[in-house]
């Protein structure tokens, strides 16, 4: 099953159509209940796990997958030891250290964003875009580290402070391209940037369903033909590049969801970055626990080392 940009479509009609879907609809949350008590159980069970999940995380990864306990179980068991096998990215890592300061005040993703509330067809938006535009103050691997830090932090909080209990149905990610140069490009790590896009492809808990470059320089062309290599033909589809204004962007994201400076009312770009910086001061302590994330494998299995990715 893709995990990449599917949707569940709705279907109205006649009120013993909608009285038929409650009742279908009340059978499904009784089997989402069940299904994720099951998912728990096999979790603490499975020794190519960490020994824990929070239950939120694990309602993303069962959600992600259509309710299919089979390719849920598959896209945990990827996550974690995609994880794993890269844990300067994912496990060692602490959102009070020296990397994250420089990152969060300077550098490269210096504003990672989670925008409020979701869209009309259910969406959590996020923003990426510098706040200093000197190269040299670009620290790749370090900047990612902190992307996937937001990240996790984010599974864990509700998608819609009105509506907690309803979680995004996918992901819509905004790269601002203002300011950037060849110098940054430049200063990319080969291997961070594989993890990274590989990670966002094979095990990331949510679907992609757009991802949108907006304030894209004129040697566009340039910066696609270094990254296209990572990226799938799928993934590739998704990406929308507005080269003339930021106006086509309000075709695709509510204009109130983004911040005061693109022309929404969200707030503006320092508040919300405030918000996210306590929300991982917050979660520290749950994005620093090895019980999480670390997966205590023995050396050998039946004999032979035991790896998920050769």
């Keep these: 099953m893709s995990r990449i940009s599917g949707k569940e479509t709705n279907v109205g009609g006649t009120e013993e159509q909608l009285q038929r ?3 279908a609809a009340e059978q499904l949350q009784r089997k989402r209940e069940r299904d994720l008590k099951e998912l728990l159980v096999w979790f603490q069970q499975n020794d190519k796990l960490p020994k824990e999940i929070e239950p939120l995380l694990l309602r993303r990864f069962y959600q992600c997958m259509f309710g299919d306990l089979a390719e849920t179980q598959n896209l945990i068991e990827v996550n974690y030891a995609l994880r794993n096998k890269h844990p300067h990215l994912f496990i060692k890592r602490d959102p009070l250290d020296a990397d994250s300061k420089r990152t969060f005040d300077y550098a490269f993703f210096s504003n990672i964003l989670p925008l409020p509330g979701i869209t009309p067809d259910k969406c959590k938006v996020s923003l990426y875009c510098f ?7 670009m620290h790749h691997t370090e900047d990612t580290r902190a992307f996937f830090m937001v990240s996790d932090c984010r599974f864990v909080m509700p998608d819609d402070a009105k509506n907690p209990d309803v979680l995004s149905e996918g992901e819509v990610q905004i790269f601002d391209m203002k300011g950037t140069t060849m110098r ?3 200063r990319l790590t080969i291997s961070t940037l594989r993890a990274y896009i590989k990670f966002l492809q094979l095990a990331y808990p949510v679907r992609l369903r757009a991802i949108h470059m907006i304030n894209c320089p004129s040697y566009l062309d340039r910066i696609v033909s270094v990254v296209k290599p990572f990226i799938s033909e799928e993934v590739f589809k998704l990406i929308r590049f507005h080269t003339v204004s930021i106006e086509t962007l309000y075709e695709f994201v509510p204009r109130e969801m983004l911040p005061e400076e693109y022309g929404g009312n969200a707030g503006s770009l320092e508040t919300l970055r405030t918000q996210t910086q306590k929300s991982l001061v917050d979660h520290r302590d749950y994005l620093m626990d090895p019980e999480h994330w670390v997966v205590e494998k023995p050396e050998k299995r039946n004999g ?6 050769k």
């Design 184 to 186: 940054h490009i430049s």
């Design 131 to 137: 706040r200093e535009f000197e190269a040299t103050k």
């Design 304 to 309: 032979n080392s035991w790896r998920f990715f």
């Design 21 to 23: 879907e409650s009742i």
